[in-house]
């Protein structure tokens, strides 16, 4: 299906693990982001690329890894999982100022 | 560093009513303001607005920017319940290494009431 899509969409974790967001888009947009959402904080930027093995920190990066070996994908880990990282991940994309996002995976840290 | 301040954070209204959504912001090199509402799932777009003074307009929302004074107002008439959710303001910077990141706030939540 064309578009941009998020797994798992929910997620239940210990502390400590490591865990894997994955985002997926059909669109060949250059850019793509990740954000956390917080009540209270909207959307924090964690981490965006502009192409291909381009990457760059955003807002809030500490605790977090991407990589970007092909356009269409944009993988978000937590290498050792915190509950301060509990929250909804959203991942987007853009040709250039207009973001996309999809769906969402809400992760729990137990 | 680039902020976004809407207010209010939250407000309640009666089917009907109108509201005023503001948005407030401080960037280094603006280039774009952009509204998206979010209800219980992704942000969806509504607006970019680049200019000053030009209102953008669909359906009973309305948006409009003053770039001297380093704001945007998104209007809702004749709210429905279906206007509940939250809605974000981002800006968008044109600079540099900045070029496509858009910086949210912090979120306005409307709950519209029957």
């Known amino acids: 299906d064309a578009g941009i899509t998020q797994s798992p969409r929910y997620k239940i974790t210990e502390t400590g693990r490591q865990v894997t967001l994955m985002c997926h888009q059909t669109?060949?947009?250059?850019?793509m982001f990740w954000y956390r959402q917080d009540l209270g904080h909207g959307l924090r930027l964690i981490y965006y690329s502009a192409a291909a093995d381009i990457t760059d920190k955003g807002e809030v990066p500490d605790g977090y890894v991407v990589s970007r070996s092909k356009t269409e994908n944009f993988p978000l880990t937590l290498e050792s999982a915190t509950r301060s990282q509990t929250s909804v991940y959203f991942c987007?994309?853009?040709?250039?100022?207009?973001?996309?996002f999809g769906p969402g995976t809400r992760l729990t840290v137990l | 560093e680039d902020k976004v301040v809407q207010s209010p954070l939250s407000l309640v209204v009666h089917e009907g009513d109108t509201v005023t959504l503001n948005c407030s912001y401080e960037v280094t090199n603006f280039r774009s303001l952009l509204w998206y509402k979010q209800e219980k799932k992704a942000p969806t777009f509504l607006f970019m607005l680049t200019s000053s003074g030009i209102e953008k307009k669909s359906g009973r929302l309305s948006s409009i920017l003053d770039k001297k004074e380093l704001f945007s107002i998104l209007n809702i008439t004749a709210t429905q319940t279906g206007d509940s959710a939250i809605y974000l303001c981002?800006?968008?910077?044109?600079?540099?290494?900045?070029?496509?990141?858009?910086?949210f706030g912090q979120g306005t939540i409307l709950t519209v009431h029957p």
């Open positions: 981002a800006v968008a910077n044109a600079g540099g290494t900045s070029y496509g990141k858009l910086t």
């Open positions: 669109w060949s947009h250059s850019y």
């Open positions: 987007a994309s853009s040709l250039s100022i207009e973001q996309f």
